[in-house]
């Protein structure tokens, strides 16, 4: 059975960093699009970022330029490393696999597997 597993995320002050992963299994990594999501209490889920196969990244405005995403797929894993980090960025954090031919394109939708999500909380 395909997958996902988060790294379990934690309490970070605001300003500080925090780095998740998301480790698939049951798969081959290398043969989907992966993203993040995260979903606040009392908010829909929003797509935080996504990486294509080969690498290339999307951001969404909100975390654009202190979010980065990057694979490591002879690890099977994804990475989503999160830095200067604000109150508005606490959310259940989840990672997601997209079975898709494209190459270098990722989108934010329409995803086939997800892990269990993980807690990230930002307050002082």
């Known amino acids: 059975q395909v997958q996902l597993v988060e790294s379990r995320g934690g309490l970070v002050q605001p300003g500080g960093s925090l780095r998740l992963s998301c480790v698939a299994s049951k798969f081959t990594l290398a043969d989907y699009a992966i993203g993040w999501f995260r979903q606040a209490p009392g908010k829909e889920r929003e797509g935080v970022s996504c990486i294509s196969r080969s690498g290339g990244t999307r951001y969404a405005d909100s975390v654009k330029g202190r979010f980065t995403i990057s694979r490591d797929n002879a690890k099977n894993t994804v990475y989503l490393q999160m830095n200067s980090l604000k109150p508005e960025d606490t959310a259940v954090y989840y990672c997601?696999?997209?079975?898709?031919?494209?190459?270098?394109?990722?989108?934010?939708?329409?995803?086939?597997?997800w892990g269990q999500g993980t807690q990230v909380t930002v307050s002082p």
């Open positions: 997601a696999a997209r079975r898709t031919f494209l190459l270098s394109q990722c989108t934010l939708e329409k995803y086939d597997y």
